[in-house]
């Protein structure tokens, strides 16, 4: 079942290469959408795919790449959205 998600995640997230590291786990499990910064310091994120790898990549966004500190992940059901790929949006 394909799904979609939009999340938010705070805490030291920023200048950390969670964006780009977001990228290759998504391409790696084949999620599609975007990731971007936004201005209060968070990520903001929207996912689509298989419901199992879109659960896959958000059970790693709560963790992260090694230097974040991941403190919340909110996460919206949202429509899938029809995307090729996977990039990094300008906030």
């Known amino acids: 079942m394909i799904v979609g998600r939009h ?3 705070s805490g030291q997230v920023q200048g950390v290469f969670f964006r780009q590291w977001t990228v290759e786990q998504a391409r790696e499990l084949g999620v599609t959408g975007w990731v971007r910064n936004c201005p209060d310091c ?3 994120a929207r996912l689509s795919g298989e419901d199992h790898a879109v659960a896959q990549l958000i059970k790693r966004m709560h ?3 090694p230097a974040a500190e991941v403190a919340q ?4 059901e949202v429509p899938s ?3 090729d790929g996977f990039e990094v949006r300008r906030g």
Do not use: H, K, N
Not at 73 to 76: A, F, K, L, N, T
């Open 42 to 44: 968070s990520v903001e």
């Open 63 to 65: 963790r992260g790449p």
């Open 81 to 83: 959205e029809d995307a």
């Open 73 to 76: 992940v909110q996460i919206e």
């Open 7 to 9: 999340l938010r995640i």
